[in-house]
């Protein structure tokens, strides 16, 4: 029984010592330290740096960064449930989930196969791993792949451009 609790005890401990080390590296991504974004431009697979000025600094512009990738879209079910920045997401919204831009950040999304493109808020963390794995670096609101004109075909290449930071 006195193991059980120990076991037990040990576990819960590295939990937390594990969240709050994550806890930090997403401090250090949302303070603006230099992000690496996988660029997919006609097969080149080179590591694009970014960097900017830390958003602190409100007052001052950061540099202007952009990425290429794929963008899809949101199921119907997210409808309403909590984003990771506290907010209830809507779909009918022109949102966006990335990994690392602050919350906030506006983004012009253009669809590389038609030229349509969309001013979208980044509220949410996203895409999932094993999409970024793919070459996903966007995940959009419905509304947003309505506008961009992706809805049948699920995924779109796209290009991030940087508008404004949160």
């Known amino acids: 029984m006195r ?5 037990t005890l040990v576990v819960f401990v590295l939990s937390i010592a594990a969240s709050r080390a994550e806890s930090q590296e997403r401090d250090k991504i949302a303070s603006g330290q230099p992000t690496h974004v996988r660029s997919i431009e006609a097969g080149s ?3 694009v740096s970014h960097s900017d000025v830390s958003p602190a600094a409100k007052g001052k512009r950061r540099a202007s960064a952009s990425a290429v990738g794929f963008a899809t879209y949101y199921a119907r079910s997210f409808h309403g449930r909590m984003t990771a920045s506290g907010v209830c997401f809507d779909t ?3 949102v966006a989930g990335h990994p690392t831009y602050p919350f ?3 983004v012009r999304v253009t669809n590389l196969q038609n ?4 001013q979208v ?18 995940d959009v609101s419905r509304a947003v792949a309505q506008r961009l004109g992706f809805i049948p075909a699920g995924r ?3 290009r991030l451009d940087v508008l404004s930071w949160g």
């Open 3 to 7: 193991r059980v609790l120990w076991t």
């Open 45 to 47: 697979a080179s590591n």
């Open 92 to 94: 009918h919204a022109m």
């Open 104 to 106: 906030g950040t506006v």
């Open 115 to 118: 030229g349509r493109s969309a």
């Open 121 to 138: 808020r980044i509220v949410d963390r996203g895409p999932a791993r094993r999409l970024r794995r793919s070459g996903v670096i966007v």
């Open 156 to 158: 779109a290449p796209v």
